[in-house]
């Protein structure tokens, strides 16, 4: 008795090609999606990296603004404007009748 196939090639064929075109079009998704996942890094480390920058700024402008109000040493203005360094004062109370 013999069997017949004629389409058994074709359908072998066919599998084949189906398979390939999905290994192609997996390969293709796959290289495209690392590459957006690496480009994504890559923003995500630059973006860190402007963070430490701004804080480092942010932080020096705080000093330079504390520096600015920073009010002279005592022993300095004592020195300055010739004052003496009482360490028991005697206040001038008002007289209450």
Do not use: C, W
Request: charged share 25%; no cysteine.
């Amino acid at each position: 008795m013999t069997i017949l196939r004629p389409h058994h090639k074709a359908r072998f064929r066919g599998t084949l090609l189906l398979l390939g075109t999905m290994l192609v079009v997996g390969g293709f998704l796959y290289v495209r999606e690392y590459s957006a996942l690496a480009n994504d890094r890559y923003i995500v480390k630059q973006l860190r990296q402007t963070i430490v920058n701004e804080k480092t700024l942010h932080a020096e402008l705080k000093d330079k603004e504390f520096g600015a109000m920073k009010m002279p040493d005592k022993a300095t203005l004592i020195a300055e404007y010739n004052l003496i360094l009482d360490t028991h004062p005697i206040y001038i109370l008002p007289q209450t009748q």
